[in-house]
T-cell receptor
Framework: TQLLEQSPQFLSIQEGENLTVYCNSS?????LQWYRQEPGEGPVLLVT?????EVKKLKRLTFQFGDARKDSSLHITAAQTGDTGLYLC????????????FGKGTRLSVIA | ETGVTQTPRHLVMGMTNKKSLKCEQH?????MYWYKQSAKKPLELMFV???????ENNSVPSRFSPECPNSSHLFLHLHTLQPEDSALYLC?????????????FGPGTRLTVT
């Protein structure tokens, strides 16, 4: 069974600080997706990374896929209160014929 | 209306009740999913439908019964639930059931079993 471990589980920071959250596995994934879930809503896709070593930027968010396609990180620069939410990573199996595997998520709280 | 909608948003039911959750997607997708989201647990995939055919059932108790009458609608019928079934139930859809496709989630139904 493929597992995705996310760390930290909880993170509380002041507005304006930088942070990095991690998504790790012992398995190789063909692609990895990051979702953000706000309270009372379903997860919303932020980005998909496909190539080992790939870096994608979405405004203040930088996503990196590990060279071996087993891990990923999300870095937020100058966090804002609107970044508060649950960040989920989800991996797509190399076999291609199974649904996404989700991690438990990192719950981020950005305080003004 | 666009995206994935779910009704009701909140549901409180007793253990002897029967209720149904409804999901509708307006995206023309072929695959639809039911997930359970509890505190301190990852998203648990319950059921997967592809082109209206159930293709995955992850050892879900029989008190949860899915129905997919067409590619746009998905139901989850609930009966004789237990308090530990209280959770957020999320519906999602994707272009295809293979993992590489983005999943679009509904807002969820917050279920409380008393």
């Amino acid at each position: 069974t493929q597992l995705l471990e996310q760390s930290p589980q909880f993170l509380s920071i002041q507005e304006g600080e930088n942070l990095t959250v991690y998504c790790n596995s012992s398995s190789v994934f063909s692609s990895l997706q990051w979702y953000r879930q706000e309270p009372g809503e379903g997860p919303v896709l932020l980005v998909t990374v496909v190539t080992g070593g790939e870096v994608k930027k979405l405004k203040r968010l930088t996503f990196q896929f590990g060279d071996a396609r087993k891990d990923s990180s999300l870095h937020i620069t100058a966090a804002q209160t609107g970044d508060t939410g649950l960040y989920l990573c989800a991996g797509s199996s190399t076999s291609g014929n199974t649904p996404l595997v989700f991690g438990k998520g990192t719950r981020l709280s950005v305080i003004a | 209306e666009t995206g994935v909608t779910q009704t009701p948003r909140h549901l409180v039911m007793g253990m002897t009740n029967k209720k149904s959750l409804k999901c509708e997607q307006h995206l023309g997708h072929n695959a639809m999913y039911w997930y359970k989201q509890s505190a301190k647990k990852p998203l648990e995939l319950m059921f997967v439908y592809s082109l209206e055919e159930r293709v995955e059932n992850n050892s879900v108790p029989s008190r949860f019964s899915p129905e997919c009458p067409n590619s746009s609608h998905l139901f989850l019928h609930l009966h004789t639930l237990q308090p530990e079934d209280s959770a957020l139930y999320l519906c999602a859809s994707s272009q295809d059931r293979q993992g590489g496709y983005e999943q679009y989630f509904g807002p969820g139904t917050r279920l409380t079993v008393t």
